[in-house]
């Protein structure tokens, strides 16, 4: 299909949910193609490698995190890091996919030339750079800055307790019998207030604008009763189809119908909390799934209300003083730690320096294409996951599309494929993500262009996309083929 003289056929970067799908993937549809994972850290995992704080969990259901082509063996649908780190051991030794990771590698730059048909990517590891040559670059680095936490500006210069970020989350933290401030009220937040609840005195989560909270059973029932009668692959199918259409169905009826579901969600939280409850505190003023909604398992969230071990306060700080967090209101909350969850910071590409001849790509003067490559970026698939689903679902629709398109390299003998927008293209662009959160908005200035017409739209409707994408043909006059050898090789043979 392509140079033979390149290093690999693809090099894919990062060795979390998104690159491990591609692995299996290229083993199950095109095994004749070389790939190798460069993987920066020192282990798989990618975000769940990364975050060591109290409880780190799915926030969506694993029959529909888990990758359509390897069942999730449990009845359990909310699991830990762990046991998703386990979950994606057992895939890489499913597909012989171990021997081809190389950890501890930081990809630099990468810069394509058309006249080679290749990625020219400079690879450091132990403080000594290389390059690393590959016809197709495929980027499974996520969306946000591995490096730096998003910094909220916050003024800690008199407050004398202890101040961290969920994102470097510290070995030996001791918060038992300590009054414990988390800031937020998004999934990290909602995660780790529970978790830490258990140990300390009190833990309060400090909130600007309440969440839409949902509780989801930890246990999945349909599947521990089909896992009885069932093998364990035709149970797997069942109940990861009985998901997503739920999600969907959830998704399209809070478009809907908000209203309704906004008071469903009022009725099961004020059913938990009985008198605990405080409608400041748990309702906020967008509609559901405006912003994404955080699901607690087994109302955990609320239990430790109950108990008297959690509470949610809704104001803003005024500051930080001695061990407590001062409120506008006046009110003062004991704080012997501050935990910082305020949000992630996005980042591009994983922060590669990419260019195309040497010219630095800019993604934000590009448009999305399929939801997995970029228009005028040849050989080079990234992509975002579902707003509204789980990741993985993205990652398979994704991979199995960029799979054809090797397919019909190989059919064609062509070595380059570039999704091809012209400059006078007069096409409206819409917002990159369906949703209002801030930490979208703050990265509005570096995310590419959502088109206002298909192929240059990232959908967030799983089902719409996978039908789209396996049916639809990979040669459809947007993507362009080129042979990069063609001239050379008619000299050669005459």
Not at 12 to 32: D, F, N, Q, W, Y
Not at 146 to 169: I, K, M, R, T
Not at 223 to 234: C, Q, V, Y
């Amino acid at each position: 299909m392509l140079d033979p003289q390149s290093d690999y056929d693809v090099l894919i970067v990062g060795a979390g949910i998104s690159g491990i799908g591609m692995a299996a993937h290229l083993g199950m549809k095109v095994p004749e193609l070389s790939y190798t994972i460069l993987e920066r850290r020192d282990d798989l995992g990618g975000t769940w490698d990364l975050f060591r704080y109290p409880g780190i969990r799915t926030d969506s259901d694993m029959h529909t995190f888990g990758y359509e082509f390897e069942p999730w063996r449990s009845e359990n649908r909310i699991v830990s890091a762990q046991d998703i780190k386990d979950y994606l051991n057992g895939v890489i030794d499913r597909f012989d996919i171990r021997r081809r990771i190389q950890y501890g590698q930081h990809v630099v730059s990468a810069d394509f030339n058309h006249q080679d048909a290749r990625w020219h990517v400079v690879v450091e590891t132990d403080g000594k750079q290389r390059e690393v040559t590959a016809n197709w670059l495929f980027l499974g680095t996520g969306y946000y800055d591995y490096d730096q936490a998003y910094d909220a500006g916050f003024d800690f210069s008199n407050f004398e307790g202890q101040v961290l970020h969920p994102q470097f989350w510290p070995d030996d933290l001791d918060y038992e019998n300590k009054n414990v401030v988390v800031i937020g009220s998004g999934a990290t937040a909602i995660t780790i207030v529970p978790v830490m609840a258990q140990k300390a005195a009190k833990v309060a989560m400090l909130q600007r604008t309440p969440t839409w909270i949902r509780n989801m059973p930890t246990q999945d029932w349909m599947a521990r009763l089909l896992r009885r009668f069932l093998p364990e692959e035709t149970a797997y199918k069942i109940v990861r189809w009985r998901n997503i259409r739920l999600t969907s169905w959830m998704i399209k009826r809070c478009e809907n119908h908000p209203d309704q579901v906004a008071e469903n969600l009022t009725k099961m939280a004020k059913n938990t909390l009985g008198d605990n409850y405080n409608a400041a505190d748990l309702t906020p003023p967008y509609r559901p799934w405006e912003q994404r909604m955080c699901f607690i398992p087994d109302d955990d969230l609320f239990e430790a209300m109950n108990r008297g071990k959690a509470e949610i306060v809704t104001d803003t700080i005024d500051r930080f003083e001695g061990r407590e967090v001062v409120l506008k209101s006046g009110k003062r909350l004991p704080a012997d730690i501050v935990v910082t969850a305020t949000g992630l910071k996005l980042a591009m590409a994983g922060k590669i320096a990419l260019s195309v001849e040497g010219e630095p790509v800019r993604f934000n003067e590009r448009f999305y294409y399929k939801g997995c490559m970029f228009s005028n970026l040849p050989n080079f698939s990234a992509f975002f996951g579902y707003t509204n689903a789980s990741w993985t679902l993205r990652v398979d629709v994704v991979c199995n599309y960029v799979c054809r398109i090797f397919q019909h390299m190989q059919k064609s003998g062509a070595e380059i494929a570039t999704p091809y927008l012209p400059e006078d293209h007069g096409m409206e662009k819409e917002g990159f993500f369906n949703l209002s959160s801030n930490y979208i908005k703050r990265s509005i200035d570096i995310l590419p262009h959502n088109g206002s017409q298909w192929p240059w739209q990232l959908g967030m409707d799983y089902l719409a996309d996978r039908k789209v994408m396996r049916e639809t043909q990979v040669n459809d006059g947007t993507l362009k083929f080129e042979n990069a050898y063609a001239e050379e090789r008619l000299e050669a043979a005459e």
